[in-house]
Structure formats: structure tokens, C-alpha cells
């Protein structure tokens, strides 16, 4: 199945549900705005990370969530988040990209979801990436921000699990030999004791994609641990994360750390910095970048990125116009 076709019914799915459902909904539009400088390319870029992945590119969209309830309380939600982006680099074209695309059923037992959603392994689990520019692991060859698949997760009073299967294809729906078994059990919850702290688990084998974008035709072997942890303390917040493993039969090994400081009345004001290593068989690589986030109201958000990439030599200054907005039908 393209990604043209799953884009499509997303679409027309969330545009016949608010009717529907229409007391129980929530319905958001997006919108952004990313340009920057590039040193390695030596000029203006309009993309977050690479002109391949889906983070972040200039491109208008929509999150829609509906809730569905009976006498005992919710049983299901259903999720779908979709882009159309333009990819300015090569040839301006446009690109239609389904992001959460998930129905997820509360049992006593666990809740139970199937579609596109995150796979249970790493930091990424506990962060909402979707419209930042600092971006963890998942981001850069260590799992799946998303994958198509199936999964549960349960919460607990001191902590959460998870266990997913999907088909190691990240973006794009691909079937043809490619499956990831991941889970991730933690201890603490962030909101009420200010930590959390993560052990995952991952094999199978995953396809070498980047963005939509098939990089190798096979699948190869994905084997990987990783330990995380955040953490709060007053107006400061830290996200740390450690990987070692092995992808397509080489040794990898990687860590990552964020953290950052909230400002100004109603924490309008978010000062960050995100230290990156990757260590593999052909060499290490290290990518350094900080980050001011200001929120000018409830819907615009403004983003600004500075990063060095030590495999590619390149600095980056990005800017970010993001807007996000509630509407009701």
C-alpha cells in the first residue's frame, strides 16, 4: 500500500468522523514554516534533519482524536495525524505524510492499539516529537519514532510497560520479511514522582529507510538493549539514554542526552541542548545542538535549532513557525 493511498483515507476518514462522533472529538490544524542555513551545502535549506526524513519540513495538517465511550467509561481511541509537506531540495514537490494512524482499546488487562504507532523501545516512547526540532535515537538509526504494527501498554502504580510488534518499516507500510519484537518496562511516573526510568529490548530485522524513502531493498538484523531516564527538578528537565547493539551484523553503540531549563511566566520560554554520540565498526560520529523554544500563544509556537554534525562538517541554524490549532465542526 502507498503512502498516497493510506494519506488519502486518513484524510477522508477524518473528515466524515468529526460528523459522526461529533461530541467526543478533538481536531487539530497544523501548520509550519522551516528555513535555515546550511555550512556543508552552502545555502538555504528547508528541512529540520535530511531532505529524505519526514522531520521537519515546511507543509500544512491535521490531528485528529476521537474517543469512544460507553457506560463504564472509554473503551477506544482512535488516532490520525497527516502532513502534506514540501520538499524543496532537488525539485519542489509534495509530500503526503500519515504520522499516527492508530485505534487503541482499553481492557482491564492492558490497553491493546493497531496501526501506526510507536513501538515500545527507548527514550521516544515518553517524548512527543512530532513538531520539534531536537529530535532523540529514534531519529537516527536506534528503532522507530513510528512502525505499523500492533501493541500493548500498561500502566501501573509505579510505572509502565510495553510490548509491540511491527514490521521494522517505520514510515511506509512494507511487508516482505522485515518484523520488530520490542519492549520497554520503566520504573516511576514523571507527572507525579519527576522520573521515569526505562529498560528496553529490540530484535528482528528492519528495513534501511529514511523517511519514505528505501534505502536497501532487504531487510537486515536489529539487535538492541538501551537503558533511559528523565527527570525533573523545579524549571530544569533531563532526558538521558544509552544503546548498544548490533544493526545489519555491525556493533553500534550510542548515548544521548537532553536537557533543558523553562523561562518566563507560564514557561513561554524553553532553552535546550542536546549532546548526540554514535559509535559504530566504520567510526564515531557526534552531533551537537541547542535550542530556544518561545510559545507567543496558545496556537504559535516559535523554534529555533543551532547544530554541528561531525560527520558531515556541517552547522545548521534553523527557524521554525509552527501552529497548531483546536477546531470545532
Known amino acids: 500500500m502507498s503512502k498516497k493511498i493510506l494519506a488519502a483515507a486518513a484524510l477522508v476518514l477524518a473528515a466524515a468522523a468529526p460528523g459522526l462522533f461529533a461530541s467526543s472529538y478533538l481536531f487539530y490544524f497544523e ?6 542555513w546550511s555550512s556543508a551545502a552552502r545555502k538555504a535549506v528547508f528541512f529540520s534533519m535530511n531532505s529524505m526524513e519526514v522531520m521537519q519540513k515546511p507543509g500544512i495538517g491535521f490531528d485528529y482524536v476521537q474517543k469512544f ?6 473503551i477506544a481511541t482512535l488516532a490520525i495525524q497527516g502532513r502534506l509537506a514540501i520538499n524543496a531540495e532537488g525539485g519542489k514537490t509534495l509530500e503526503p505524510q500519515l504520522y499516527n494512524a492508530f485505534l487503541k482499546f482499553k481492557t482491564p488487562a492492558a490497553d491493546i492499539w493497531a496501526g501506526h504507532n510507536k513501538p ?15 529530535q532523540p535515537l529514534s531519529m537516527h538509526g536506534f528503532g522507530f519514532d513510528r512502525d505499523w504494527g500492533i501493541g500493548l501498554e500498561r500502566q501501573f502504580a509505579g510505572g509502565n510497560a510495553g510490548l509491540s510488534l511491527t514490521t521494522g518499516s517505520g514510515m ?3 511487508f516482505g520479511g522485515g518484523w520488530l519484537l520490542a519492549g520497554r518496562a520503566a520504573t516511576g511516573v514523571l507527572s507525579q514522582d519527576n522520573y521515569n526510568m526505562g529498560l528496553s529490548a529490540a530484535v528482528g530485522r528492519v528495513y534501511d529507510i529514511m523517511g519514505y524513502e528505501l534505502l536497501a531493498e532487504k531487510p537486515v538484523e536489529f539487535k538492541m538493549i538501551g537503558l533511559d531516564a ?11 539514554e544509552v544503546m548498544g547493539g548490533s544493526r545489519g551484523g555491525r556493533t553500534t553503540l550510542a548515548a544521548f542526552w ?3 531549563v523553562d523561562l518566563l511566566e507560564e514557561s513561554r520560554l524553553k532553552l535546550e541542548a542536546q549532546p548526540l554520540y554514535i559509535w559504530t565498526e566504520d567510526g564515531a560520529r557526534f552531533l551537537i545542538a541547542a535550542g530556544a523554544t518561545f510559545l507567543a500563544n496558545s496556537d504559535l509556537t516559535l523554534r529555533t535549532m543551532a547544530a554541528y554534525d561531525s560527520e558531515s562538517k556541517d552547522v545548521r541554524i534553523l527557524f521554525q513557525v509552527y501552529y497548531y490549532k483546536g477546531i470545532r465542526f
Not at 501548520?31 to 535555515?36: E, K, N
Not at 465511550?69 to 472509554?74: C, V
Open 230 to 240: 528523565s527527570w525533573v527538578s523545579d524549571n530544569w528537565a533531563n532526558g538521558i
Open 258 to 260: 537532553r536537557t533543558g
Open 120 to 134: 515500545s523501545f527507548g527514550l521516544s516512547t515518553t517524548l512527543d516529537n512530532h513538531g520539534t526540532l531536537l
Open 172 to 174: 511506509p507500510l512494507k
Open 69 to 74: 465511550s460507553g457506560a463504564s467509561g472509554d
Open 31 to 36: 501548520a509550519q514554516g522551516i528555513a535555515g
